[in-house]
């Protein structure tokens, strides 16, 4: 049943709603990228929150005009508007009161959600038109999707696309570092805007699928996910589109999979589950990696000193030390270091005053920010450069091997 | 341009023939925040082809002058000319290296990328980043000593490495007037070597570059001119005429002792 739902196989709508998903998944990644790299991520879930009373005035609207209240283009309108307000007033309250960011993005979005939520009581009671699957927009609802609304969906999300692929430089550059962006004669203020539009416009189109309480997870999560895996922004920017695309499609197919199973927060489920498998097992960023490489660190760091307290010929009583050392074959089980030990810690005591000597050495600077204390110096010198490295420190040449 | 800019000296030209020629000059700047000028009525005339420190004590306004000279904060009043014309008519020709602390180091990009940010002007918004690009900036960072980490990601710099990659970037932009807040602060003696060095290669080629400064005691050897602020303009000139124990104190009050002050005195007579 997944299997035909991942291969597009479970009839038409469900089709729809997987490739719509994949769509907006991509695109709400990428844009929340941005947001997130400029520490604004919460802005987007204020945003998301103030397109309901929109969708709440625009079916009023549309039924008073005699029209159907549940076009899907005219609710999304009327909420992209009231979003657009919201972002209006966020925005006006951090640059003309004291309310900090933070506090702005509570009021707006408790305010707007609030007032949504009397509209859509409001229109309940009412009994006016089909009011019937308003409810959906809060955790999105895919039974019943068109083709008109698959292709909204797409159209809005090839149109944020295209828009982040023309203003990726400036809006990278506010998002590292706004005033040096600012000195180079950029709009600052209207970047942030951009950026904040495109996740307004990606919100505003996810709405019939993930909802609009649970949009916010499809704009952040794919982001965070992807800084796990690489340390360039670019790639950060690809790796949440994907991120993004992939768990927004497999979150449709499951929920098309089976009956009642809601889509929106299948999706997000899925997301969270790229996030914490990222979380786990990225390299060099992940939680693994990094209790994998502490350990590692602290033996070398109990080798290194067991080697020069050997060279030196001090007494070793860390059982950690003395373990490490045997295991390798470098003291005899009575603590006694053998014959390969006993090179080992010439070379070791040798190594550290060659590194003395590098660090002191300007010529040397870039060698010399790799020291931690157990770096081999083999790995950051040529042959020739600790030859001559040697020399300047005298003695004998040759270090047994 | 250049060769009618050094004939005009100090004397015998008016206030208006130096706003014409001068690199960066200031009429009036005032800026507050909230209802507090943190910079009042401030007159700054930068004299081309010199090294320019902006001194004055903690909260004196330094940065906020160098910010609001470049239209980053939004000044209450006054005017700005850039090489005699508008600041937004002139943009390309001034480049700003920010204080290291206003950006996240571990935001995920590499030393390259950050220098690359310098030809932001040169690619455009979808021009394809190309071999000459970068050749400029690895140049740029071998100016500043750097050249080995140019794939490191920022977060593995030390300070003082984080600031020349903020130079390089700078230097990548190929400015006529640099002005730079802070970039002595917190570095290393290496660090300081290196940067003073680039800013002196920048004097010789005939640019102009502006430093906010927090180190009296190398004011003398470092700078032609020194501009000393505390809120209000206190004095401006030449290091000899204008960085002396009567402006110092006048400048810093209290904040130093008069021992202190006749020393920077002795070092720079």
Not at chain 1, 142 to 161: E, N, R, V
Not at chain 1, 246 to 252: D, H, I, T
Not at chain 1, 359 to 369: G, N, Q, V, W, Y
Request: hydrophobic share 50%.
């Amino acid at each position: 049943m997944l299997l035909d739902a991942l291969l597009l196989q479970l009839g038409y709508n469900a089709t729809l709603v997987s490739v719509g998903a994949a769509l907006l998944g991509g695109a709400a990644g990428i844009s929340g990228t941005f947001l997130f790299l400029r520490k604004r991520a919460l802005v987007s879930d204020a945003v998301s929150h103030a397109t309901l009373p929109g969708v709440g005035l625009a079916f009023l609207v549309m039924v008073f005009l005699g029209g159907d209240g549940r076009n899907l283009a005219g609710l999304l309108f009327g909420s992209a508007v009231s979003a657009g307000i919201g972002l209006l007033c966020m925005n006006w309250l951090t640059r003309n009161t004291r309310l900090a960011e933070d506090a702005a993005i509570g009021a707006v979005l408790s305010v707007f959600f609030g007032f949504g939520i009397v509209l859509l009581t409001v229109i309940q009671t009412l009994g006016v038109g089909r009011q019937a699957g308003l409810e959906g927009f809060l955790l999105g609802s895919t039974a019943g999707m068109l083709l008109s609304d698959a292709m909204i969906i797409a159209g809005g999300s090839a149109l944020a696309l295209m828009v982040i692929i023309l203003m990726r430089r400036p809006m990278m550059l506010v998002a590292f570092d706004p005033e040096y962006a600012a000195a180079r004669g950029l709009p600052v203020h209207h970047i942030d805007m951009l950026m904040m539009g495109l996740v307004m416009a990606v919100t505003v189109v996810g709405l019939k699928i993930v909802g609009l309480i649970l949009i916010v997870a499809l704009l952040i999560i794919p982001a965070v996910t992807a800084r796990f895996w690489t340390e360039r922004s670019d790639r950060v920017v690809v790796i949440a589109g994907l991120a993004g695309g992939a768990s927004a499609y497999l979150g449709a197919a499951i929920s098309a999979s089976a009956p009642n199973l809601p889509t929106g927060p299948i999706i997000v489920l899925v997301s969270f589950l790229l996030f914490a498998l990222s979380l786990l097992f990225a390299p060099n960023r992940g939680v693994l990696a990094a209790v994998l490489r502490h350990q590692r660190f602290q033996r070398r760091v109990h080798l290194r000193q067991g080697l020069l307290a050997l060279a030196q010929g001090q007494p070793i009583y860390e059982p950690l030390t003395l373990r490490l050392l045997r295991r390798a074959g470098l003291v005899r089980a009575d603590g006694v270091a053998t014959d390969k030990g006993r090179a080992r810690a010439a070379k070791a005591l040798r190594d550290e005053k060659r590194w003395e000597l590098v660090r002191s050495d300007l010529a040397h600077e870039a060698a010399a920010a790799l020291y931690d204390g157990l770096r081999e110096i083999e790995t950051v010198l040529t042959p020739d450069q600790i030859r001559d490295i040697d020399c300047r420190i005298g003695g004998p040449q040759e270090v047994p091997a | 341009m250049r060769q009618t800019v050094e004939l005009v000296s100090n004397q015998g030209t008016t206030a208006d023939q130096e706003m014409d020629t001068s690199p960066l000059a200031i009429r009036g700047l005032t800026v507050t925040y909230g209802e507090k000028p943190a910079v009042f009525s401030v007159d700054m005339t930068v004299e081309p082809g010199k090294m320019t420190a902006i001194i004055g004590p903690n909260g004196a306004g330094k940065s906020t002058l160098l910010k609001a000279a470049l239209g980053i904060v939004p000044p209450v009043s006054g005017r700005v000319q850039v090489f005699g014309r508008p600041l937004e008519a002139m943009r390309a020709r001034i480049a700003y290296v920010p204080q290291r602390a206003s950006i996240d180091w571990d935001f995920p990009t590499r030393v390259i990328d950050v220098v690359m940010m310098g030809l932001y002007r040169e690619l455009g918004l979808l021009g394809r980043i190309r071999g000459h690009h970068r050749t400029v900036a690895r140049d740029c960072l071998d100016r500043v000593g750097m050249g080995d980490f140019a794939d490191r990601q920022i977060g593995q710099l030390s300070g003082g490495q984080q600031q020349r990659v903020f130079l390089a970037r700078a230097l990548a932009q190929d400015a006529d007037l640099y002005l730079l807040d802070e970039p002595f602060a917190g570095v290393d003696a290496a660090t300081e070597k290196a940067i003073i060095t680039v800013l002196k290669s920048l004097r010789a080629a005939g640019k102009s570059v502006v430093v906010v400064h927090h180190d009296l005691a190398t004011v003398a050897d470092y700078f032609d001119n020194v501009f000393l602020i505390n809120t209000r303009k206190v004095a401006e000139g030449p290091v000899a005429e204008a960085f002396t124990p009567e402006t110092l104190q006048a400048a810093y009050g209290g904040r130093l002792a008069t021992a202190q002050i006749d020393q920077l005195a002795v070092v720079q007579g």
